[in-house]
């Protein structure tokens, strides 16, 4: 494998926005590293993907040490140009029903952050060398309902979103004197394989452009934020919204 590609670790990389983004990446020319809590799987038929796939569950922080050390061992010459951390979970109640405060228990608020919190802040403490020696960014996918209460995700995940877009900003502030920039985007309704019921309500009343966002359209941001026309970029978190957030 030549040096002179750069490289991305993707988490979260089994469906929707993730699978958009490696698409969009490799289409200029990248490697890239997916982690996902799934097995490899045959419809992720981009080339090299087998031999790029790592399995880990960032639910478990056990995990993460593994993985850091497993995503090194990957890297041709130590440097690594992108950090997307895409990976997260929301969970819900019987039926895809929102999971409120009184429903949710420790173990549940606790698995949320492991995922949508903890690993991130493990893998970039854990992969920061690699960063620098590239001059590399990370890109944190947060959420609206970070800052708005939604009608499907519960407290947990919002909390855990909200959590990591102050995270962004203080990975900016730490790293940016190192060279890495952090960012981070906060998609709105994406159209993908996770819609809930209602949505649609949604769309009427809350989107000014009365649609959903593709997928695409989200992988189009990511790799904004990892280029060099973005240079000047750091500590941002870009809503990808239709303007639901105003």
């Given at each position: 494998?030549?040096?002179?590609?750069?490289?991305?670790?993707?988490?979260?990389?089994?469906?929707?926005?993730?699978?958009?983004?490696?698409?969009?990446?490799?289409a200029?020319?990248?490697?890239?590293?997916?982690?996902?809590?799934?097995?490899?799987?045959?419809?992720?038929?981009?080339?090299?993907?087998?031999?790029?796939?790592i399995?880990?569950?960032?639910?478990?922080?056990?995990?993460?040490?593994?993985?850091?050390?497993?995503?090194?061992?990957?890297?041709?010459?130590?440097?690594?140009?992108?950090?997307v951390?895409?990976a997260?979970?929301?969970?819900?109640?019987?039926?895809?029903?929102?999971?409120?405060?009184l429903?949710?228990d420790?173990?549940?608020?606790?698995?949320?952050?492991?995922?949508?919190?903890?690993?991130?802040?493990?893998?970039?403490?854990?992969?920061f060398?690699?960063?620098?020696?590239?001059?590399?960014?990370?890109?944190?996918?947060?959420?609206?309902?970070?800052?708005?209460?939604?009608?499907?995700?519960?407290?947990?995940?919002?909390c855990?979103?909200?959590?990591?877009?102050?995270?962004?900003?203080?990975?900016?502030?730490?790293?940016?004197?190192?060279?890495?920039?952090?960012?981070?985007?906060?998609?709105?309704?994406?159209?993908?394989?996770?819609?809930?019921?209602g949505?649609?309500?949604?769309?009427e009343?809350?989107?000014?452009?009365?649609r959903?966002?593709?997928?695409?359209?989200?992988?189009?941001?990511?790799?904004f934020?990892?280029?060099?026309?973005?240079?000047?970029?750091?500590?941002?978190?870009?809503?990808?919204?239709?303007?639901?957030?105003v």
């Amino acid at each position: 494998m030549g040096t002179s590609r750069p490289i991305m670790l993707l988490t979260g990389a089994s469906r929707g926005i993730g699978h958009a983004t490696v698409k969009r990446f490799q289409a200029e020319g990248w490697r890239i590293l997916t982690v996902s809590r799934q097995p490899f799987s045959e419809e992720c038929r981009w080339p090299e993907a087998r031999e790029s796939h790592i399995q880990a569950d960032l639910a478990d922080p056990a995990a993460f040490g593994p993985l850091i050390e497993d995503v090194k061992s990957r890297l041709p010459d130590g440097r690594l140009h992108a950090l997307v951390n895409n990976a997260g979970i929301s969970p819900k109640l019987p039926g895809g029903k929102r999971m409120g405060l009184l429903a949710t228990d420790y173990a549940s608020w606790l698995g949320v952050f492991n995922v949508n919190l903890f690993s991130i802040a493990a893998l970039a403490n854990g992969l920061f060398e690699p960063l620098r020696e590239a001059g590399g960014t990370i890109v944190n996918v947060t959420s609206i309902v970070g800052s708005h209460v939604h009608p499907f995700a519960g407290p947990a995940y919002a909390c855990s979103k909200a959590a990591l877009a102050a995270l962004t900003r203080e990975m900016a502030h730490e790293f940016g004197r190192s060279g890495i920039r952090v960012n981070a985007i906060a998609p709105g309704e994406i159209d993908t394989a996770i819609l809930s019921p209602g949505t649609e309500d949604i769309i009427e009343r809350q989107i000014p452009l009365r649609r959903l966002g593709s997928a695409n359209e989200v992988a189009d941001t990511v790799f904004f934020l990892c280029s060099q026309q973005s240079s000047y970029i750091n500590g941002a978190e870009i809503h990808i919204n239709g303007g639901q957030h105003v």
